[in-house]
């Protein structure tokens, strides 16, 4: 996962950029994240090979852990809200999983 801080409507923009990085041989997924306030944040994802999608379970806990050192994370994705507790160098991820056809 590459993280990004900044603006997520920039996914479309830098989300092939990072992609196919000289950095990543083998591609990454990237978040372009904005931190809104302490615990909460807002992301959009690009996951390789795919482009852009509404969300990410693996995203949501690299968004987590790039932008804060513990505790409870509320991470804001167009297809919904997902929640990270950072502990003792552990991640636990909570929220709805659902199938998109």
Known sequence: H???VGDPDEIERLGPLLESHVR???RTNVQVVRVDA???VTARVWERGVGETSSSGTGAVAVAAATHDRGEVLVHFPGGDLRVRLEGGHATLTGPAERLD
Do not use: K, M, S
Request: aromatic share 12%; hydrophobic share 45%.
């Open 2 to 4: 590459a993280v990004v």
């Open 24 to 26: 990543f041989p083998n």
């Open 38 to 40: 302490p615990g909460e």
